[in-house]
């Protein structure tokens, strides 16, 4: 099975660059999306083909895909960032698979 | 504005099967490109994707869940249904229900509030 593989936690001082990967089998060759979601709150898409952003998110979010490694980067992070964050990408066979979502802490 | 709302059971026992529905507004199930998706969360952990149907009524299930699962359209055509056979203490979560339009195979771009479900005796 399809799976994907990204870090439980990363810190970031606010207005600093936060980095978050999400590593899969020639993850590169297909399409990632990013989800951030608050305490409490359902999932808000933030990222999707590997590099697009849907209105109303910000610019300082970003993203990359190459090889078997997506990025989500946040840039100038605010306290506002703080939530979990999940990679997401399709597979012929096993469909949507998640990443088991990385805590962003900002400190 | 795309809104979508799960409804059903907050406690099921172990065994039953479980029926939950995704009542939507703001876009046709009939537009190409268009999906409904059903995904849950565990207490305190990730998410994880379970099915989705299609416009054309294509239907995908998480090959681990296939045998349990099933997705249809509801009697209103603004509905989706999922049921989930046998259930077990382990399914206790919150399930979701979301849009996925025309940015991807499997980009769910409008989430539902989700409800929570226990399974116990």
């Known amino acids: 099975s399809y799976e994907l593989t990204q870090p439980p936690s990363v810190s970031v001082s606010p207005g600093q660059t936060a980095s978050i990967t999400c590593s899969g089998d020639?993850?590169?060759?297909?399409?990632a999306c990013w989800y951030q979601q608050k305490p409490g709150q359902s999932p808000v898409l933030v990222i999707y083909?590997?590099?697009r952003r849907p209105s109303g998110i910000p610019e300082r979010f970003s993203g990359s895909n190459s090889g078997n490694t997506a990025t989500l980067t946040i840039s100038g992070t605010q306290a506002m960032d703080e939530a979990d964050y999940y990679c997401?990408?399709?597979?012929?066979?096993?469909?949507?698979?998640f990443g088991g979502g990385t805590k962003l802490t900002v400190l | 504005q795309i809104t979508l709302k799960e409804s059903g059971p907050s406690l099921v026992k172990p065994t039953q099967t479980l029926t939950l529905t995704c009542t939507f507004s703001?876009?046709?199930?009939?537009?190409?490109?268009?999906?409904v998706g059903w995904i849950r969360q565990p207490p305190g952990k990730a998410l994880e994707w379970l099915a989705v149907i299609y416009w054309d009524e294509d239907k995908r299930y998480r090959p681990s869940l296939q045998s349990r699962l099933t997705i249809t359209r509801g009697t209103s055509k603004n509905q989706v249904v999922l049921t989930m056979t046998n259930m077990d203490p382990v399914d206790t979560a919150t399930y979701y229900c979301?849009?996925?339009?025309?940015?991807?195979?499997?980009?769910?771009?409008?989430w539902g509030q989700g409800t929570l479900v226990t399974v116990s005796s």
């Open positions: 020639k993850l590169g060759y297909n399409h």
């Open positions: 083909q590997d590099t």
């Open positions: 979301a849009h996925k339009g025309d940015l991807g195979p499997g980009v769910f771009d409008n």
């Open positions: 703001g876009f046709s199930l009939s537009t190409p490109a268009v999906g």
């Open positions: 997401q990408a399709w597979d012929s066979s096993d469909g949507g698979v």
